[in-house]
């Protein structure tokens, strides 16, 4: 009998897979809670190594761990660490072809795999469900965990389906993980995976290393540049769409700053190599729309940059949070100006199109891609949303928007950003290649790489990476392709070149346009949820005398009290220093001399703040400044333009 191929204590699997003597704090009371058979509902920050409380209880337990994930990004990237590591992986996604699904669920059946990554969309799927119940699940881990409620920020309505799909399992715990619930949301995400009995083991969100700002500033780029300037070592700038990461990216780079951009838009390959070239060190700055960070491990980030506020808490926290994860200094700025509440409002009201805007897209895309009324339940395609965009004679914010909300009732299922990777699939046997080499042998190099490298790809659709042989073989990637391309055109093999297209998945048979109906009732509570979220948001910009790591704490239900000391407030009172009833006087000289101003001139005339400096000359800048934002902040004065004061009457 063979014995079991994997350490059974924890810590062994720890040091050998990972490398690390100790676990950090709070994983292994999970680890020990999901190894006693226990269901847990755990909650950590961003950074706080959640994926190794469930990989390590799959490996110590013979069987196979089933994850749940709702981004095919992430559920690749971890799929290649534990490759990485030696554990064998595989993450079920719409990209890959029907009989290749197949195949590799029956091999999750044998024991092939020690974890096997789905999104919760797959959880519905018959062929899935008859396989399930026939493999030997030791965990079921959900990614994510917030995703389940409609008091979460990232409501997916497919997490409804995790309870069904226990049902199939054998009896295996359950561990549900986020970083980004509130008491409320973890009440919610409880009922919703009926697991009323779970643990609740929950780490502080507090990150007594990160300093939160929120930096008021009509020039953003001179913000920028000060901060980079200030604070050495690596930093993410996040923006909201793909144009902005390139021009700020180009902006930087003339400024002699090693910045480059990143978003889904690019290029597999393009998007590994600026990966790879920010995380060893070559790039310092990454540019970046929201789609760069999701399990990407760097620790030594310096600073995490907002140029326009995120639209919620449980957005910015996560993002914050990708700084200073090696628990030294790090700094997470919020850059705002007068406009951005506005543009903010804006932003919103477009993520709910008209009704007939959404129907209108529906029908489109249903004849884009020809799915006769009544079919196409299941199917994938590719998406180009520019194209469907031109169709629908709108933008393409207008119909990304009009897909989402067809998302939200459950209509389709859009991928985003999802990268498929190359395939190829050989159509004659080893004596043809044999012949056409023999025939052609400026194919042979490239023949006999493919045979070397790809297995299985006699039987079924098998990766491959162009780059790879390209490097492999000292030739140049396009020529790679067009050979390809040609042994295709000979019938020797089929080649699908790889996407990044966004994939797109009927949910239900197509329907004719006007038999959509929006429930009324859970449009409007989900809608009234990203509204609440986004005033949060908004608060947290624009208020001005409160810590902001015990804002965020509070957001998340974790009262504190005690001032972080790093934040911009917390710094403000510090160089400030002054005792009351002094900074009562201080405030009241500036009331007086704006007063004092207004009466030679017009009542409601601007106060240069600069001039009070000069009628003040015996006190610091500084102080003369806070006294300023308090005076602003209780409503006494108004700041017009970062540069003038008038009185409120």
Known sequence: MTSYPYPTDPHVVLKKYWGYDEFRNLQEDIIVAVLAGQDVLALMPTGGGKSICYQIPIIVKAGTGLIISPLIALMKDQVMQLQKRG???????????????????????????????????????????????????????????????????????????????????????????????????????????????????????????????????????????????????????????????????????????????????????????????????????????????????????????????????????????????????????????????????????????????????????????????????????????????????????????????????????????????SKIKILTNNEELYRFQIDYPLFEPLIKIILRTTEGAFDHYATIYETDYSRLLQMDRKLIIKQLHQLMQYDLLEYIPESDLPKITFVTPRLDSKSIIFQSERFNLLKARKEERLQAALHYATTRNECRSSMLLNYFDEKKNRRCGLCDYCLRRHDTTLHPKTFEALSEAILDIISEENNNNNPQSLYKIELLFSRMPLVQRNKIMEAVRFLIDHKKIVLQDHTYIRLIE
């Open 87 to 421: 554990i064998p992986a595989i993450a079920i996604t719409s990209a890959m072809k029907t009989k290749d699904i197949e195949r590799e669920l029956e091999n999750c059946i044998y024991g092939k795999y020690k974890m096997l990554y789905v999104s919760p969309e797959r959880l519905k799927s018959e062929m899935f469900i008859s396989r399930a119940e026939r493999m030997n699940i030791n965990l079921l881990a959900i990614d994510e965990a917030h995703c389940i409620s409609q008091w979460g920020y990232d409501f997916r309505s497919a997490y409804l389906e995790i309870p069904h799909i226990k049902n199939y399992l054998n009896k295996c715990p359950m561990l549900a993980l986020t970083a980004t619930a509130t008491d409320i949301t973890s009440v919610d995400i409880l009922e919703k995976l009926a697991i009323p009995n779970a643990i609740i083991l929950k780490k502080s969100f507090e990150r007594k290393n990160l300093s939160y700002s929120v930096l008021y500033d009509e020039d953003k780029l001179a913000a920028i540049k000060r901060i980079l300037k200030n604070v050495p070592g690596s930093s993410v700038i996040y923006v909201r769409n793909r144009q902005k990461t390139e021009d700020l990216a180009k902006i930087l780079q003339l400024e002699n700053i090693r910045a480059d951009f990143y978003h889904a838009g690019l290029e597999h390959y393009l998007r590994d190599r600026k990966q790879e070239d920010w995380i060893s060190g070559k790039t310092r700055v990454i540019v970046s729309t929201n789609a760069f960070g999701m399990g990407i491990d760097k620790a030594d980030v310096r600073t995490v940059i907002h140029l326009e506020l995120p639209e919620s808490m449980e957005e910015y926290y996560q993002e914050a949070g990708r700084a200073g994860r090696d628990e030294k200094k790090a700094y997470a700025v919020l850059l705002f100006n007068a406009g951005d509440p506005r543009e903010v409002r804006e932003r919103f009201d477009l993520q709910y199109p008209p009704l007939e805007t959404i129907r209108r897209v529906y029908h489109i895309l249903g004849n884009i891609y020809k799915i006769a009324y009544g079919s196409g339940e299941g199917m994938s395609y590719d998406l180009d949303l520019n194209y469907l965009a031109s169709q629908s004679q709108t933008t393409a914010t207008t119909v990304y928007n009009a897909l989402k909300r067809l998302e939200d009732e459950e209509y389709i299922f859009l991928n985003e950003a999802a990268h498929h990777p």
